[in-house]
């Protein structure tokens, strides 16, 4: 079996070299890194992570934790892509990989961390999501891993986030601009979810100043959002997941809507003028700074209200 060694001895180069090359670090310049996979390749070389891993007792690995599945919105979440996106960008000239954990339940959702943890030595995790008593957050809490959450936070975790109170207030603000809009409503689900909770508590407090009543609907099935529309002048939707389940019915009606996240199947549907943009992709980078950086706790990323077309 071919090792490091011989495929450095073969290109022409060091031990390390051929490492980063093979990592795809962009400090090894494009023709050396080529060359030093040709020869990976006509030796046959597969690098053991395995041993590399028990050798310095963590691996070059980060995990990436997505949230498990809504029972019934099950929508393709686009903003948690473009997070993975933003950290895959911000890892580009390291040595670090991605593995993610997407469970289907909850027992198979916390043993595929554990493993990940005990066998596979991943010492630096990224969580998309938040929650109060979460197991996940317990474990790495206990044994003291580095982490990062995307999201609200309960305790004393680090964290990235938008300020999703301040989300929720100029969402309805951007809504009562429209001279159609007199009491915009807020759908929801009927789950317990921080940064629904956050920004349906912004939308209240501008509701409040307005001297409105709030309206919020809470759903967990498209037809209970279809029954609801034809009395309802404007709104806005907790995220784009829950938007994009419900468009059809929304477009039918041709509400106005404010919606979140410049995503690629948000722009394709939604005909609004303005969208409030979250930026996940930079969500996602920030996490990644802040977890080489342990003397920063947390860091908040600013939405921005964009057009939605060109």
């Known amino acids: 079996m071919s090792t490091l060694k011989d495929v450095a001895q073969a290109a022409g180069v060091s031990e390390s070299t051929a490492s980063r090359a093979l990592n795809g670090n962009l400090r090894i310049s494009k023709k050396t890194r080529d060359l030093v996979k040709k020869y990976a390749d006509k030796l046959n070389y597969h690098p053991d992570f395995a041993a590399k891993n028990l050798s310095r007792g963590q691996s070059q690995i980060i995990g990436v934790i997505f949230p498990l599945p809504f029972k019934r919105v099950k929508p393709v979440d686009t903003f948690h892509l473009e997070i993975l996106r933003g950290i895959n960008e911000a890892l580009d000239s390291s040595d670090y990989k991605i593995m993610l954990v997407m469970g ?6 916390f043993e595929q961390v554990k493993s990940m ?3 596979v030595k991943v010492r630096k995790f990224v969580l998309l999501y938040s929650a109060k008593d979460d197991p996940v957050i317990k474990y790495l809490t206990k044994l003291k891993i580095n982490f990062i959450i995307i999201g609200h936070p309960f305790h004393h975790e680090r964290f990235v986030d938008n300020d999703n109170f301040k989300v929720g207030q100029a969402a309805t603000q951007l809504l009562l601009a429209n001279s159609q809009v007199k009491r915009p409503t807020f759908i929801r689900t009927k789950q317990t979810r921080p940064f629904e909770d956050d920004r349906e508590a ?3 407090e501008i509701m409040k100043q307005n001297n409105l009543n709030p309206e919020v609907i809470m759903i967990e099935d498209q037809d209970e959002i279809g029954n609801a529309l034809n009395h309802l002048e404007g709104v806005i939707f907790s995220d ?7 468009a059809r019915e929304v477009l039918k009606y041709n509400l106005p809507t404010v919606c979140f996240n410049e995503s690629e199947l948000v722009k394709l549907i939604f005909d609004q003028e303005k969208i409030i943009n979250l930026q996940p992709q930079l969500l996602g980078k920030k996490a990644i700074e802040l977890l080489f950086k342990p003397h920063i706790t947390h860091y908040f990323v600013p939405y921005r209200i964009e057009k939605s077309k060109s």
Do not use: H
């Open 104 to 109: 289907r339940n909850e027992q198979t959702f």
């Open 240 to 246: 784009d997941r829950i938007f994009l389940y419900c």
């Open 202 to 204: 912004g939308y209240r």
């Open 117 to 119: 943890v005990e066998e």
